[in-house]
């Protein structure tokens, strides 16, 4: 057994599957084990580790916050990542936390509706930064987006007042998981961050919309097959498609749309002829 991810292995074999009592000493494993991995034989390492143990790891926590009929345990999930916040980067928990939070926000906002979803779930997702809680945690809470709609927190606003350039890509993510829970939403969403002044980008945004034209649940967050469990499904209308295409005339230069109006799935060059700029002349 290696010896820097000896605690991480042993936890693993000593946790019982729905122990929450197992599971904080499990997290605890995984922080230390990960920190020795990443100490011994630096990116390789953390990265052969992760991987490896991570799976594992995720599914040992959401099986511990799930109860079956009785739902998820939002409080037992709460505690967890009080002792491991994000946004800091003196634990490595936020990749397996952030994981299990986003999936049970989309699950609640399907089963139950985004009043659902505690408010504290959105706001750990939103604090979860690339730099300090790594790249697959941060690819996870995006799911954030599915708290659209949610009456004490204004999602779609938070998600614009937090846009500037540097964070375009994130806007991006949440925007696709937006398009997933709302497609008239993340329309508006788009018209929204499209009219901002700090946002360089235009067209890469409709790369967020193009996912929902060909599945119902977005790749992210990964280790989980939510069309295995939740029986939904997501369209955009006729009707949704005519806004887009009027979004993105009255938005962004007509040459523009017409100059990669192949690129994309959705019809720039009617955007440009019917209601860009110049479409009247």
Same mark, same amino acid.
């Given at each position: 057994?290696?010896?820097?991810?000896?605690? *991480?292995?042993?936890?693993?074999?000593?946790?019982?599957?729905?122990?929450?009592?197992?599971?904080?000493?499990?997290?605890? @494993?995984?922080?230390?084990?990960?920190?020795?991995?990443?100490?011994?034989?630096?990116?390789?390492?953390?990265?052969?580790?992760?991987?490896?143990?991570?799976?594992?790891?995720?599914?040992?926590?959401?099986?511990?916050?799930?109860?079956?009929?009785?739902?998820?345990?939002?409080?037992?999930?709460?505690?967890?990542?009080?002792?491991?916040?994000?946004?800091?980067?003196?634990?490595?928990?936020?990749?397996?936390?952030?994981?299990?939070?986003?999936?049970?926000?989309?699950?609640?906002?399907?089963?139950?509706?985004?009043?659902?979803?505690?408010?504290?779930?959105?706001?750990?997702?939103?604090?979860?930064?690339?730099?300090?809680?790594?790249?697959?945690?941060?690819?996870?809470?995006?799911?954030?987006?599915?708290?659209?709609?949610?009456?004490?927190?204004?999602?779609?606003?938070?998600?614009?007042?937090?846009?500037?350039?540097?964070?375009?890509?994130? @806007?991006?993510?949440?925007?696709?998981?937006?398009?997933?829970?709302?497609?008239?939403?993340?329309?508006?969403?788009?018209?929204?961050?499209?009219?901002?002044?700090?946002?360089?980008?235009?067209?890469?945004? *409709?790369?967020?919309?193009?996912?929902?034209?060909?599945?119902?649940?977005?790749?992210?967050?990964?280790?989980?097959?939510?069309?295995?469990?939740?029986?939904?499904?997501?369209?955009?209308?006729?009707?949704?498609?005519?806004?887009?295409?009027?979004?993105?005339?009255?938005?962004?230069?007509?040459?523009?749309?017409?100059?990669?109006?192949?690129?994309?799935?959705?019809?720039?060059?009617?955007?440009?002829?019917?209601?860009?700029?110049?479409?009247?002349?």
């Amino acid at each position: 057994m290696p010896r820097d991810i000896a605690p *991480l292995t042993n936890a693993l074999d000593e946790t019982t599957p729905g122990n929450q009592t197992d599971v904080y000493t499990l997290l605890a @494993a995984w922080d230390t084990s990960i920190e020795a991995a990443l100490e011994r034989g630096g990116g390789d390492r953390f990265r052969v580790v992760t991987k490896q143990r991570r799976p594992r790891v995720i599914q040992l926590v959401n099986r511990a916050a799930w109860h079956g009929d009785g739902g998820v345990d939002w409080a037992f999930l709460q505690e967890c990542v009080e002792a491991y916040p994000p946004g800091a980067d003196d634990h490595h928990c936020s990749q397996v936390l952030a994981n299990v939070v986003a999936r049970y926000v989309i699950r609640t906002r399907i089963e139950q509706g985004p009043d659902a979803i505690p408010v504290w779930a959105v706001e750990y997702l939103m604090e979860i930064t690339v730099e300090e809680d790594t790249e697959w945690a941060w690819e996870s809470a995006s799911a954030l987006g599915w708290a659209v709609g949610h009456s004490e927190i204004a999602v779609l606003d938070q998600i614009v007042d937090r846009t500037d350039t540097d964070r375009e890509p994130w @806007a991006m993510g949440n925007l696709r998981h937006v398009a997933f829970a709302d497609p008239e939403a993340a329309l508006t969403l788009l018209e929204r961050l499209l009219q901002s002044p700090d946002i360089r980008e235009d067209l890469v945004f *409709l790369r967020s919309l193009e996912p929902v034209l060909e599945q119902d649940f977005p790749d992210f967050p990964q280790c989980w097959e939510p069309q295995t469990e939740l029986d939904y499904s997501v369209t955009i209308t006729d009707a949704q498609r005519e806004r887009l295409l009027e979004i993105l005339g009255e938005t962004i230069h007509p040459k523009r749309l017409q100059k990669f109006d192949e690129q994309f799935q959705f019809d720039l060059q009617r955007a440009a002829e019917e209601y860009g700029a110049d479409s009247s002349s």
